[in-house]
């Protein structure tokens, strides 16, 4: 997967607790992303970014945090973990050239909340 | 709204079939569509894409055409292996500056040897 790096890989969790799903790139990409992948819904939006400086909601924004201080991270903060947010999380960011938009996708994290 | 529909799985095969899996859209412009595959276990990986209407996307024996007239963009493959047991998603971008994706719920196909 074209240079996406997320870790942690698996997270337990318990309700109420914080924690930080962290999300590099090494490919100077502007546009970055979270989504997260839940049975039977495929995956959804959570907070995008379009460059250093600049995020922005996206469809299920609420219980989670980012920033945007380099082109190189994106981290998605969980304020306080329910376990509504056991999910699949997956981290994007994207390559535009001639032949259109590429998004890459990280290896995933998968978060466990009890 | 924009919005991505695929057939519903599981859809099970046995080596050697021939696959298709439809995916439609709904779109106010004019998107890319994407289909990325997910094994067991692993993140997303891009299978191919389509950036306006007649292109056809193609990798690993995979092949869709964005059809415009249909709002269709549905995968075929000629002959599965059981390596291509995954859950496969299609998904929507409209390009520029905005990487966001809207995917479809995705299809899980499980090929018997």
């Known amino acids: 997967n074209a240079g996406v790096t997320q870790t942690p890989k698996f997270q337990v969790l318990k309700t109420g607790q914080s924690m930080t799903l962290q999300c590099a790139q090494d490919m100077n990409h502007e546009y970055m992303s979270w989504y997260r992948q839940d049975p039977g819904m495929g995956l959804r939006l959570i907070h995008y970014?379009?460059?250093?400086?600049?995020?922005d909601q996206g469809e299920v924004p609420n219980g989670y945090n980012v920033s945007r201080s380099t082109t190189e991270d994106f981290p998605l903060r969980l304020l306080s973990a329910a376990p509504s947010q056991t999910s699949v999380y997956f981290c994007?960011?994207?390559?535009?050239?001639?032949?259109?938009?590429?998004?890459?996708f990280g290896e995933g994290s998968w978060l466990t909340v009890v | 709204g924009d919005s991505v529909t695929q057939m519903e799985g599981p859809v099970t095969l046995s080596e050697e079939a021939f696959l298709t899996i439809n995916c439609t859209y709904t779109?106010?412009?004019?998107?890319?569509l994407f289909w990325y595959v997910q094994y067991p276990g692993e993140g997303l990986q891009l299978l191919l894409k389509a950036t306006k209407a007649d292109d056809k996307g193609s990798n690993k024996g995979f092949e869709a055409t964005y059809r415009k007239e249909t709002t269709s963009f549905h995968l075929e493959k000629g002959s599965v292996q059981v390596s291509d047991s995954a859950v496969y998603f299609c998904a929507l971008n409209y390009g520029g500056s905005q990487g966001n994706l809207i995917f479809g719920k995705g299809t899980k196909l499980s090929v018997k040897p």
């Open positions: 779109a106010t412009g004019y998107p890319s």
């Open positions: 994007a960011s994207m390559i535009r050239g001639e032949g259109g938009n590429t998004i890459y």
């Open positions: 970014s379009v460059g250093a400086g600049i995020t």
